[in-house]
C-alpha cells in the first residue's frame, strides 16, 4: 500500500545537539516531498519540498533535508537544535503523475529539546 | 503578504447540529484545500478547490461539504455533527498553477469541539 512512514513518535534531543527525523515511503514512483512543523495550537509551517534535482534541500530555520531514492527515504536534519525547534514535525508526499494536489501526512514526530 | 486566516478559531457545537468554516487565502493563491487533524487518524485530505470547483476529495462522508468563491475564499461545511468530528480543521492555499503549484501553506486552523 502506499504511505508515509515516520518511525519515531518521540525524540528527545539536548540543545545544541544535532537531530535526525526520519521519513520513509511507499510509492512506485518518487513522491513529492515536503516537511512541515506544527508548533502546539498552530497550523503547520513548510519548512522544505523536494520535488526534482539535487537530493541535498535547504529549508527555513537551518532545516536540511536528503532524499534518498535508493531507500526510499527522505529525513530531515539540523545540525544544532535550539529550544524553540521543539515542536511536531510531519512529513508528506504528493504522489506524482496523479494530478491529485492532496498531500498525504505521516504520523508525526515529536521533538523535545532538553536544556 | 498576510498568510491563510481561519475564521473562527474556536468552536464549541452540538452533536446534530451543522457548522460552517471559513477560510480566506493568501493573495493571488487560488486553490483552496482542507484537512482534518484528530489525534486517532492524524492529518487527513478532506477537498480541493480551485476557481470555484472541488478539483480533489478525500475519503469523507457527504456530511463534509465545501465551496469556493470567485475571490478564492473557502469555506466547508459539516452537517449533522457528530462526536468524532471533533477536530482540528486546517485550510491550505496555494498557488494552483506552475511550478509551485504542490506547496501548500496552513492557516492556524478552527478547532472543533462536538459535544
Request: proline residues 5%; charged residues 15%.
Amino acid at each position: 500500500a502506499q504511505s508515509v512512514t515516520q518511525p519515531d513518535i518521540h525524540i528527545t534531543v539536548s540543545e545544541g545537539a544535532s537531530l535526525e527525523l526520519r521519513c520513509n515511503y511507499s510509492y512506485g514512483a518518487t513522491p513529492y516531498l515536503f516537511w512541515y512543523v506544527q508548533s502546539p495550537g498552530q497550523g503547520l509551517q513548510l519548512l522544505l519540498k523536494y520535488f526534482s534535482g539535487d537530493t541535498l534541500v535547504q529549508g527555513i530555520k537551518g532545516f536540511e533535508a536528503e532524499f534518498k531514492r535508493s531507500q526510499s527515504s527522505f529525513n530531515l536534519r539540523k545540525p544544532s537544535v535550539h529550544w524553540s525547534d521543539a515542536a511536531e514535525y510531519f512529513c508528506a508526499v504528493i504522489p506524482p503523475d496523479t494530478g491529485r494536489r492532496a498531500l498525504t501526512f505521516g504520523s508525526g514526530t515529536r521533538l523535545q529539546v532538553q536544556p | 503578504k498576510a498568510g491563510v486566516t481561519q475564521t473562527p478559531r474556536y468552536l464549541i457545537k452540538t452533536r446534530g447540529q451543522q457548522v460552517t468554516l471559513s477560510c480566506s487565502p493568501i493573495s493571488g493563491h487560488r486553490s483552496v484545500s482542507w484537512y482534518q487533524q484528530t489525534p486517532g487518524q492524524g492529518l487527513q485530505f478532506l477537498f480541493e478547490y480551485f476557481s470555484e470547483t472541488q478539483r480533489n476529495k478525500g475519503n469523507f462522508p457527504g456530511r463534509f461539504s465545501g465551496r469556493q468563491f470567485s475571490n478564492s475564499r473557502s469555506e466547508m461545511n459539516v452537517s449533522t455533527l457528530e462526536l468524532g468530528d471533533s477536530a482540528l480543521y486546517l485550510c491550505a492555499s496555494s498557488l494552483g498553477r506552475g511550478n509551485v503549484e504542490y506547496e501548500q501553506y496552513f492557516g492556524p486552523g478552527t478547532r472543533l469541539t462536538v459535544t
